[in-house]
Protein backbone atom coordinates (compact mmCIF):
# COMPACT_ATOMS: atom_id res chain seq x y z
CA UNK A 1 0.00 0.00 0.00
CA UNK A 2 1.30 3.58 -0.52
CA UNK A 3 3.19 5.24 2.24
CA UNK A 4 4.09 8.63 2.83
CA UNK A 5 6.27 9.81 5.28
CA UNK A 6 7.81 12.94 5.70
CA UNK A 7 11.56 14.32 7.36
CA UNK A 8 14.02 16.53 7.82
CA UNK A 9 11.84 18.86 10.40
CA UNK A 10 14.55 20.89 13.06
CA UNK A 11 14.69 23.81 14.53
CA UNK A 12 17.13 26.47 12.62
CA UNK A 13 17.80 29.87 12.68
CA UNK A 14 16.17 32.92 11.76
CA UNK A 15 17.17 33.12 7.74
CA UNK A 16 18.41 29.81 7.87
CA UNK A 17 17.71 26.95 5.63
CA UNK A 18 16.34 23.54 5.89
CA UNK A 19 15.06 20.73 2.99
CA UNK A 20 12.84 18.21 4.12
CA UNK A 21 12.18 15.25 2.18
CA UNK A 22 9.12 13.09 1.80
CA UNK A 23 9.38 8.69 1.20
CA UNK A 24 6.42 8.40 -1.44
CA UNK A 25 6.63 4.16 -1.24
CA UNK A 26 5.87 2.12 -3.81
CA UNK A 27 6.45 5.00 -6.10
CA UNK A 28 3.14 5.41 -7.72
CA UNK A 29 1.28 8.82 -7.57
CA UNK A 30 2.88 11.51 -9.12
CA UNK A 31 0.90 14.02 -7.46
CA UNK A 32 3.54 15.30 -4.65
CA UNK A 33 2.59 17.93 -2.43
CA UNK A 34 3.88 20.00 0.62
CA UNK A 35 1.58 21.66 3.44
CA UNK A 36 1.84 23.25 6.58
CA UNK A 37 0.15 23.85 9.42
CA UNK A 38 0.71 26.35 12.63
CA UNK A 39 -1.37 26.32 16.15
CA UNK A 40 -4.65 27.71 15.30
CA UNK A 41 -4.32 28.25 11.70
CA UNK A 42 -5.74 25.93 8.79
CA UNK A 43 -3.52 23.95 6.97
CA UNK A 44 -1.59 25.62 4.19
CA UNK A 45 -0.19 24.15 0.72
CA UNK A 46 3.10 25.25 0.16
CA UNK A 47 4.48 23.35 -3.08
CA UNK A 48 2.91 21.00 -5.13
CA UNK A 49 4.51 19.20 -8.28
CA UNK A 50 3.29 16.38 -10.63
CA UNK A 51 6.75 14.69 -10.94
CA UNK A 52 8.71 14.67 -12.98
CA UNK A 53 7.09 16.65 -15.85
CA UNK A 54 5.09 19.45 -14.68
CA UNK A 55 6.33 22.54 -13.54
CA UNK A 56 5.77 23.19 -9.90
CA UNK A 57 3.29 25.57 -8.01
CA UNK A 58 4.22 27.62 -5.31
CA UNK A 59 1.98 29.55 -2.16
CA UNK A 60 2.43 33.07 -2.44
CA UNK A 61 4.25 33.32 0.98
CA UNK A 62 7.39 30.76 -0.36
CA UNK A 63 7.48 31.74 -3.44
CA UNK A 64 11.26 32.59 -4.41
CA UNK A 65 12.07 30.73 -1.26
CA UNK A 66 11.15 27.34 -1.25
CA UNK A 67 11.66 24.72 -4.03
CA UNK A 68 10.40 21.43 -4.36
CA UNK A 69 11.85 18.96 -6.25
CA UNK A 70 12.22 15.13 -7.15
CA UNK A 71 15.15 12.66 -6.90
CA UNK A 72 16.16 11.65 -10.15
CA UNK A 73 17.63 8.47 -8.87
CA UNK A 74 14.98 7.61 -6.87
CA UNK A 75 11.86 8.79 -7.43
CA UNK A 76 10.43 8.06 -4.21
CA UNK A 77 11.72 10.75 -2.69
CA UNK A 78 10.60 14.66 -3.47
CA UNK A 79 12.29 17.40 -1.67
CA UNK A 80 11.28 20.77 -0.36
CA UNK A 81 14.28 22.96 0.14
CA UNK A 82 13.28 26.15 2.26
CA UNK A 83 15.79 29.44 2.59
CA UNK A 84 15.61 32.38 4.37
CA UNK A 85 13.11 30.86 6.90
CA UNK A 86 11.50 33.09 9.22
CA UNK A 87 9.34 32.80 12.32
CA UNK A 88 6.19 32.75 9.91
CA UNK A 89 7.44 29.83 8.56
CA UNK A 90 6.87 27.62 11.96
CA UNK A 91 5.17 24.46 11.95
CA UNK A 92 4.31 20.99 11.06
CA UNK A 93 5.26 20.18 7.44
CA UNK A 94 3.02 17.44 5.90
CA UNK A 95 3.52 15.60 2.48
CA UNK A 96 1.04 14.33 0.72
CA UNK A 97 0.44 12.65 -2.41
CA UNK A 98 -2.57 11.63 -5.06
CA UNK A 99 -3.26 9.55 -7.88
CA UNK A 100 -4.63 12.30 -9.72
CA UNK A 101 -4.83 16.38 -9.09
CA UNK A 102 -5.53 19.10 -11.79
CA UNK A 103 -3.55 21.67 -11.54
CA UNK A 104 -5.99 24.32 -10.21
CA UNK A 105 -5.87 21.90 -7.34
CA UNK A 106 -2.30 21.25 -6.68
CA UNK A 107 -2.37 23.46 -3.12
CA UNK A 108 -5.70 22.42 -2.36
CA UNK A 109 -5.36 19.57 0.74
CA UNK A 110 -8.37 17.74 -0.06
CA UNK A 111 -7.13 16.85 -3.16
CA UNK A 112 -4.99 14.69 -1.52
CA UNK A 113 -5.69 11.08 -0.50
CA UNK A 114 -2.32 10.13 1.00
CA UNK A 115 -0.66 12.04 3.63
CA UNK A 116 2.35 11.74 5.76
CA UNK A 117 2.47 12.22 9.85
CA UNK A 118 4.26 15.79 9.44
CA UNK A 119 7.30 16.90 10.65
CA UNK A 120 8.17 19.72 12.66
CA UNK A 121 9.84 22.72 11.62
CA UNK A 122 10.76 25.22 14.42
CA UNK A 123 12.60 28.78 13.35
CA UNK A 124 14.20 30.99 16.19
CA UNK A 125 14.85 34.57 16.42
Known amino acids: RVQVAESGGASVANGGSLTLTCTNSPYIYNYVAWFREAPGKSREGVAAIFTPHDEPVYGDRVKGRFTISQNKVDENLVYLHMNNLTREDNGTYYC???????????????????WGQGTNVTVSS
Open 96 to 114: AAGPYVSRSQYLDPSAYGF
